[in-house]
């Protein structure tokens, strides 16, 4: 059972427009949501997160969207550059000491300059 | 400030062979501890998970081990592997704080099963 969906795999916008990644999650016991970038061979890199108590988190170039009603969130990037070409993982997380993320499928994003 | 290290960052081994990844983490102290697989196109897979030393929870069953014989060392381990057991492999660490809940990643090791 796939908790938290990604359901586009791929992604392309140009550069300078809006990229919007979105995620689907089914738990209604999830409180914390996160947005990971990751490159060919290497970790995912944390780029932002949201609490359930919150609808939206802005960092710079990137908004988290949260609509708990839809059980839905997204990622907006404004604007897009070249790097950030990558793939996007969203997870989520419950309550509890462990920690654990339900991790997204990933989109891939190409950003065309 | 807080690192992660992973080795090797690649492995050729074939099938049947011993294997153990080793993954530490600098700069904190009593950090939840996971491993991931990621697998050729395919999402982040939770294999284990520790809270503290020589506490291990399995998320799925399978050909291989972890151990957490240190506080902020965490290892993979399998006595044969298998081909299935070819992909990604990533170690991250996280220290809850209220609602926060960052998880961060290793660089990773290639694992390929010949």
């Known amino acids: 059972d796939q908790q938290v969906k990604q359901n586009s795999p791929s992604l392309s916008v140009q550069e300078g427009r809006i990229s919007i990644l979105n995620c689907d999650y089914t738990n209604s016991m999830f409180d914390y949501f996160l947005w990971y970038k990751k490159y060919p061979a290497e970790g995912p890199t944390f780029l932002i997160s949201i609490s359930s108590i919150k609808d939206k988190n802005e960092d710079g170039r990137f908004t988290v969207f949260l609509n708990k009603s839809a059980k839905h969130l997204s990622l907006h990037i404004v604007p897009s550059q070249p790097g950030d070409s990558a793939v996007y993982f969203c997870?989520?997380?419950?309550?509890?000491?462990?920690?654990?993320?339900?991790f997204g499928q990933g989109t891939t994003l190409q950003v065309k300059p | 400030s807080q690192t992660i290290h992973q080795w090797p960052a690649t492995l050729v081994q074939p099938v049947g062979s011993p294997l153990s990844l080793e993954c530490t983490v600098e700069?904190?102290?009593?950090?939840?501890l996971y491993w991931y697989r990621q697998a050729a196109g395919r999402g982040l897979q939770l294999l284990f998970y520790s809270v503290g030393i020589g506490q291990i929870s399995s998320e799925v069953p399978q050909n291989l081990s972890a151990s957490r014989p240190q506080d902020r060392q965490f290892i993979l381990s399998s006595k044969k592997l298998l081909l299935s057991d070819s992909g990604f492999y990533l170690c991250?660490?996280?220290?809850?704080?209220?609602?926060?809940?960052?998880?961060?990643f290793g660089p990773g090791t290639r694992l390929t099963v010949t």
């Open positions: 991250a660490w996280s220290v809850l704080v209220g609602f926060t809940n960052e998880q961060y």
């Open positions: 700069g904190t102290s009593n950090p939840n």
């Open positions: 997870a989520a997380s419950g309550a509890g000491n462990t920690g654990k993320l339900i």
